[in-house]
């Protein structure tokens, strides 16, 4: 089992940076693909990005693509959400997650969830 807990969100105006943090548990997540999604209210979780259990491959869904960065640290069992440039569209509840079907945009490739941290983005 992973347990995954993220940290990081609040409330900020567009423009402003924010970031993120996905601390895992309970077994190393070196051979986890980890991805970040997120959920507004009234609609559907969705992709945001994912990196492989190398970190060598990232994949960004077009909407946040030049503005947030996914990066891991293996040995601190950590990943991170870097997101620059932030528009009111990006509020939402961010979920971190892991899974071991590679890196991939679809949600029911990932095992393992948190709880989500609120990023909200005012105007």
């Known amino acids: 089992q992973v347990q995954l807990v993220e940290s990081g969100g609040g409330l900020v105006q567009a423009g402003d940076s924010l970031r993120l943090s996905c601390v895992a548990s309970?077994?190393?997540?070196?051979?986890?693909?980890m991805a970040w999604f997120r959920q507004a209210p009234g609609k559907e979780r969705e992709f945001v990005t994912t990196?492989?259990?190398?970190?060598?491959?990232?994949v960004y869904a077009d909407s946040v693509k030049g503005r947030f960065t996914i990066s891991r640290d293996n040995a601190k069992n950590m990943v991170y959400l870097q997101m620059n440039s932030l528009k009111p569209d990006d509020t939402a509840v961010y979920f971190c997650?892991?899974?071991?079907?590679?890196?991939?945009?679809?949600?029911?490739?990932?095992?393992?969830w948190g709880q989500g941290t609120q990023v909200t983005v005012s105007s």
């Open positions: 997650a892991a899974g071991r079907y590679g890196a991939t945009m679809f949600k029911n490739n990932y095992d393992y």
């Open positions: 990196i492989s259990w190398g970190g060598r491959t990232t």
């Open positions: 309970g077994r190393s997540i070196d051979n986890y693909s």
